[in-house]
């Protein structure tokens, strides 16, 4: 890695392409694309500052909870803690590219056996290929300062209140007391082994992402426990509907590789599709989607044959989300047949939006929507006789 600096109060580098070549590798280890990523951007932070520790300051860092138990870390939680001699330091990278806060899953603040003394914020740019460590918080004042999303279990920490000069920070860890820097937290309560057997048997089979399915006291001390932290690693590992093929990668899209089922639309631009061809091209909101691919969906049955054509398209976006157009049009009809239902569905089951065919209706489509990267969705298509769902992660 080389590192230079733009601002001598800050440490910049980059990231040499072996490199990330080798980590990326090392990540695909993990159970989803999503756990995937998240373990990539923890090995590139991790790697940049254990080396520029030891090459400034001789000093050696250790991954708490080091491999194979950080796996468990990465697959449900952003950041990784370093043990550097008496301190614990938690990185926290981040893909933003505005450095306007901080965000600190909940974890790493609220479970006594997890809080550090240091939270370091990273940014991260793969593509360009360098890495940025821009300023840093203590715990305490994660606590004072930073406002708490329930939602999302994100304690985010506005720059305003961060230290932007890492030089800084190593006074800070040389001569803070604890007192100084932890925030007193209350313990969590300890499961019985009916109740960590009962929440890892809930969580079975779930592509739920399990960290906002349970309640926060019951999901922080599951992983404070770290046999049942480990047992719920390898259950997700083992969960065939995590590694089910048909779950669409959509992330994937960008990168020209897609599953052999959807099609690029062009391939019904022939006489036979005609109309078909026609709808694509004059379907309103598609101008402006970058990719766009579209799947034959069979509502009836094989004697008596009811399809229709599933289009999803993107949109990629600055703020790191994707926006998606969903639509539905009739495979080789003029028509969609009446009462079919499109529907949009959250990874917890519930009904966003919904649109159904009319008389005459030509095409249907869902409002535009947007999720983040790592986000499951599904899209509903039914009639009266059958339903078909496909499964998204974005």
Same mark, same amino acid.
């Given at each position: ?45 991790? *790697? ?83 890495? *940025? ?6 715990? &305490? ?92 690693? &390898?259950? &997700? ?36 599709? *005609? ?30 044959? &009811? ?50 065919? *009319? ?36």
């Amino acid at each position: 890695m080389t590192y230079t600096f733009a601002d001598p109060k800050e440490w910049l580098f980059q990231i040499i392409p072996d490199i990330q070549s080798q980590l990326w590798e090392e990540s695909q280890v993990y159970p989803n694309p999503s756990s995937c990523w998240c373990a990539y951007l923890n090995k590139v932070a991790l *790697r940049g500052f254990t080396e520029w520790i030891k090459s400034e300051y001789d000093m050696q860092a250790t991954v708490w909870e080091s491999s194979p138990n950080v796996v468990a870390f990465w697959q449900f939680v952003n950041g990784t803690a370093i043990l550097l001699n008496e301190r614990r330091i938690v990185l926290i990278p981040s893909e933003a590219i505005e450095d306007s806060e901080l965000e600190v899953p909940q974890e790493w603040v609220d479970i006594p056996s997890w809080t550090a003394d240091f939270y370091l914020a990273v940014q991260i740019q793969p593509d360009e290929g360098w890495v *940025r460590f821009w300023g840093y918080t203590t715990h &305490q004042e994660l606590k004072a300062l930073a406002s708490y999303d329930s939602e999302d279990r994100i304690y985010s920490m506005d720059a305003r209140h961060l230290t932007l000069d890492l030089h800084a920070f190593w006074t800070a860890y040389q001569y803070c007391q604890i007192e100084d820097i932890q925030a007193s937290i209350p313990n969590l309560p300890e499961l019985s082994t009916t109740q960590a057997e009962n929440i890892l048997q809930s969580l079975s089979s779930s592509t739920v992402f399990p960290r906002l399915k349970l309640q926060w006291s019951d999901w922080g001390a599951l992983l404070d426990n770290e046999q049942y932290r480990l047992r719920l690693h &390898q259950q &997700q590992q083992q969960d065939s509907s995590l590694l089910d093929s048909s779950l669409v990668n959509l992330s994937a899209w960008f990168q020209d590789i897609y599953e052999d089922s959807w099609q690029a639309i062009e391939t019904f631009f022939n006489s036979e599709h *005609r109309t078909l061809a026609f709808n694509f091209r004059n379907s309103a909101g598609l101008s402006d989607t970058n990719i766009k691919r579209a799947k034959v969906i069979n509502l009836g049955t094989e004697i008596e044959p &009811q399809k229709v054509v599933l289009l999803v398209a993107l949109i990629s976006s600055a703020n790191q989300k994707v926006a998606m157009r969903v639509q539905l049009h009739p495979f080789d009809d003029k028509y969609l047949p009446s009462n079919i239902n499109l529907a949009l569905v959250s990874e917890s089951a519930e009904i966003i939006q919904e649109v159904q065919s *009319r008389i005459q209706d030509n095409s249907i489509q869902l409002k535009l929507f947007e999720g983040e990267i790592g986000e499951y969705f599904s899209i509903r298509v039914s009639n009266h006789e059958n339903q078909i769902t496909e499964n998204f992660m974005i």
